[in-house]
C-alpha cells in the first residue's frame, strides 16, 4: 500500500529549506520547461473586490513524476495558501504544505536567479518600493546573488517604510535608508526591485539609472500596474517567468505589446531559456527588465524539494489513508 499523503506546515517547510536553497532548487528545475520535459498550466485568477482575488496555479514535472497545485485567496493583504502534490504514476495525493513561506521563497529566490543573470555584476546596492510581507525576502534574495552595501527603502506610509527598514536592519548588517520619496530610493540604484499592490503605475524610465537592473515583483493580476510603458523602450533585455501567464494577465505588457504581432514577442525571453542558455546581462546594456507573476513550475520546484527532504527526514504529519467510498444516491 502507498504511503499515506502527508501535511506539511510551516515550521516543517522552514526548517528544511533556506532562501539559497530555494533559488539552487529554481537553477536546477526551471530549465526542464525550455527542455519540453516540464509544463505550466495557465495560472487563474478571479477578482472577489476591487484588489482581492482568488488564485490558481499548476505544473508537472515529468522527470519526478509528480504535479500539483498551489492555490490561496487574498483578501485585504492576508491569506493561507497551500500546495497539494499528486502522483504523475497512480494520481495519489502527496503532501498538502502549508505554503506562506515557500511562496515568500519561491517569489524571492525567482527574484534571486533574475538577479544573478541581470544585475550588473559589481552591484552593491539597490532600492526597493515596497514594504510588505513580500519585502524583506525580496532583500535577502538579491543579497545572495548581489552581496548589498546600502539599500534605499521608499514605502508611501512613513510608519510602515521606517518599521521595514528596522526589520532589515535586524536581519542584515548593512546600511539601511528609509527615503522620503521615491526619486530618492531608485537614483543610481544598480538594482532597482518593486513589489507593490499598486493599481496605478509609478515608477517611470527616467528614475532608473543607465546600467541598472529592475525586477518587478508585484502586480501579480491584471487590475495591478507598477511602471509606465516608457521603461520598455530602455530595455535592452526583458526577461519574464512565464511568458503565457505575462501575455494573459500582466497589465504593463498587454498594453505595451498587444497591438504588436506576435513577432514583436519575441524580444521577452523566459528565465528557463536565460538558465538554459547561459545568458547573462548584455555588455552596454542601459536597463534590464525581470517581470514575475508567478508559475506553477517555480512552486512545484520548491515544493517537491521539500517533500522530498520530509519523506527522507520523517517529517510532516500523516493524513488518514484514503479510502473510496461510493455516494449516497438517496
Known amino acids: 500500500m ?3 499523503p502527508i501535511w506539511i506546515t510551516e515550521a516543517d517547510v522552514t526548517s528544511m529549506v533556506s532562501l539559497p536553497d530555494a533559488i539552487d532548487a529554481l537553477e536546477r528545475v526551471l530549465p526542464l520547461e525550455s527542455q519540453g520535459v516540464a509544463k505550466n498550466m495557465t495560472k487563474g485568477h478571479l477578482m472577489v473586490a476591487d484588489n482581492d482575488a482568488m488564485h490558481v496555479l499548476g505544473s508537472s514535472v515529468a522527470g519526478e513524476g509528480i504535479c500539483g497545485f498551489k492555490n490561496w485567496i487574498n483578501v485585504r493583504g492576508k491569506s493561507e495558501t497551500i500546495v497539494e502534490l499528486f502522483s504523475m ?3 495519489a495525493n502527496l503532501a498538502v504544505i502549508e505554503a ?3 511562496g515568500q521563497m519561491r517569489t524571492a529566490a525567482m527574484t534571486g536567479v533574475g538577479t544573478r543573470r541581470l544585475a550588473p555584476a559589481g552591484a552593491d ?3 526597493i518600493v515596497g514594504s510588505g510581507k513580500q519585502a524583506l525576502p525580496q532583500v535577502a534574495a538579491c543579497h545572495a546573488v548581489r552581496p548589498l552595501k546600502r539599500l534605499r527603502v521608499f514605502s508611501r506610509n512613513p510608519e510602515n517604510r521606517n518599521r521595514f527598514a528596522d526589520a532589515v536592519r535586524a536581519e542584515f548588517d548593512f546600511e ?5 520619496t521615491l526619486e530618492d530610493t531608485t537614483k543610481d540604484a544598480p538594482i532597482v526591485t518593486i513589489v507593490t499592490n499598486s493599481t496605478v503605475p509609478f515608477l517611470t524610465a527616467d528614475m532608473m539609472a543607465k546600467g541598472s537592473h529592475l525586477n518587478a515583483m508585484g502586480a501579480i493580476v491584471s487590475a495591478r500596474t507598477e511602471f509606465t510603458d516608457d521603461v520598455f523602450d530602455r530595455a535592452d533585455l526583458i526577461a519574464v517567468d512565464n511568458l503565457g501567464t505575462i501575455k494573459h494577465m500582466s497589465a504593463e505588457f498587454v498594453a505595451h505589446y498587444d497591438g504588436e504581432d506576435d513577432a514583436g514577442w519575441n524580444d521577452v525571453r523566459t528565465i ?3 538558465i538554459r542558455d547561459d545568458m547573462t546581462r548584455p555588455d552596454g546594456a542601459d536597463i534590464t ?3 514575475a507573476m508567478g508559475m506553477g513550475l517555480s512552486d512545484l520546484s520548491l515544493a517537491i524539494d521539500i517533500y522530498r527532504r520530509a519523506r527522507t527526514e520523517g517529517k510532516g ?3 488518514p489513508q484514503r479510502v473510496k467510498t461510493p455516494p449516497r444516491l438517496q
Open 2 to 4: 502507498a504511503d499515506a
Open 89 to 91: 504514476e497512480d494520481g
Open 100 to 102: 506562506t513561506a515557500l
Open 125 to 127: 546596492e539597490m532600492g
Open 176 to 180: 539601511v535608508i528609509a527615503c522620503e
Open 272 to 274: 528557463s531559456e536565460l
Open 289 to 291: 527588465l525581470f517581470k
Open 317 to 319: 504529519h500523516p493524513l
